[in-house]
């Protein structure tokens, strides 16, 4: 089964998928409902609270009787600060949305906390190829540097091309490439405090 499914607790039954169940939901919100929800909170200040929901539950219908325990609570935990690695900050006039720290981990791991920050994503009018002469990188290191500024693309619209082009690359990376994703990077660096 994939990841992120309800729990079904049963007493001494094991669950075989397209046996047993054909198909198993998990209410989880995802990035995209949080992006159209929170600027309607904002537009009507709304404040977003942060909520913890446990529950296990079956939805269909069995072909034998089963025993089960079904387990429901909620708890408040306050006015929603932090999801998925975003820091949210509600104002009187609105909601901002950072991954400050998340960048600055991102450039610890990549050996860059105390670079020379730039004030543009990429330079202007820098053409990649794939068919590049440079010499190639480890194509694992490339994927993984890249990826992450992919997530904070979530609220730094302000990269997403630049990020999206260094994208392109990932099944052949070379040097060239890897400068342009640094020179994101370092971007990072010096626009930290940067959201929506």
């Known amino acids: 089964m994939r990841r992120n499914k309800a729990r079904l607790v049963t007493k001494g039954y094991m669950q075989q998928q397209g046996v047993d169940i054909d198909e198993v939901?998990?209410?989880?919100?995802?990035?995209?409902?949080?992006?159209?929800i929170l600027p309607v909170a904002a537009q009507e200040d709304w404040r977003v609270q942060h909520m913890d929901v446990k529950s296990a539950f079956l939805n269909g219908e069995l072909q034998e009787e089963r025993e089960m325990m079904e387990c429901l609570g909620m708890s408040d935990l306050g006015l929603l600060t932090n999801y998925l690695g975003i820091e949210v900050r509600q104002y009187g006039h609105g909601i901002s949305l950072c991954q400050s720290f998340y960048a600055l981990k991102l450039l610890q791991k990549n050996g860059l906390e105390n670079c020379n920050p730039c004030c543009v994503p990429m330079e202007p009018k820098l053409k990649l190829i794939k068919a590049s002469t440079s010499p190639p990188?480890?194509?694992?290191?490339?994927?993984?540097?890249?990826?992450?500024?992919?997530y904070l693309v979530n609220t730094r619209p302000d990269m997403a091309f630049s990020v999206s082009y260094v994208s392109r690359f990932m099944a052949k990376p070379r040097e060239d490439h890897l400068v342009a994703v640094k020179h994101i990077l370092r971007y990072i660096a010096g626009t930290l405090e940067y959201g929506v």
């Open 25 to 36: 939901f998990a209410p989880v919100t995802g990035m995209e409902l949080v992006r159209m």
């Open 137 to 150: 990188v480890d194509a694992t290191a490339y994927h993984s540097i890249v990826d992450a500024p992919r």
